[in-house]
């Protein structure tokens, strides 16, 4: 069984900062990849950041150069600093897990609410 377990989201005003923390545990051996996925009020879940075990990040054009993500494999946690934040921002942040070698199994957190006040 594998946990994902976030926190760090809040309210901000525009132009304010926050970090999202997130830690998996349980019982595994390789989490490939980890990232965060953002879903406003009525759209669709999508892409944030992701970065790799090896530490290759990939970002939504929407959040480069604003976002950063990071990843301790020592305590197998990813971080999302969020920067300059917008009011279009404002969504529930999911944590992702890609855990395995072969056939990755892939895990959600409960997700965190950002909300960014103009």
């Known amino acids: 069984q594998v946990q994902l377990v976030e926190s760090g989201g809040g309210l901000v005003q525009a132009g304010g900062s926050l970090r999202l923390s997130c830690a998996a545990s349980g019982s595994f051996t390789n989490i490939r990849s980890m990232g965060w996925y953002r879903q406003a009020p009525g759209k669709q879940r999508e892409l944030a950041a992701t970065v790799t075990s090896n530490g290759r990040t990939n970002y939504a054009d929407s959040v480069k150069g604003r976002f950063t993500i990071s990843r301790d494999n020592a305590k197998n946690t990813v971080y999302l600093q969020m920067n300059s934040l917008k009011p279009e921002d404002t969504g529930v942040f999911y944590c992702?897990?890609?855990?395995?070698?072969?056939?990755?199994?892939?895990?959600w957190g409960q997700g965190t609410q950002v909300t960014v006040s103009s």
């Open positions: 992702n897990a890609e855990i395995g070698y072969i056939i990755p199994t892939v895990y």
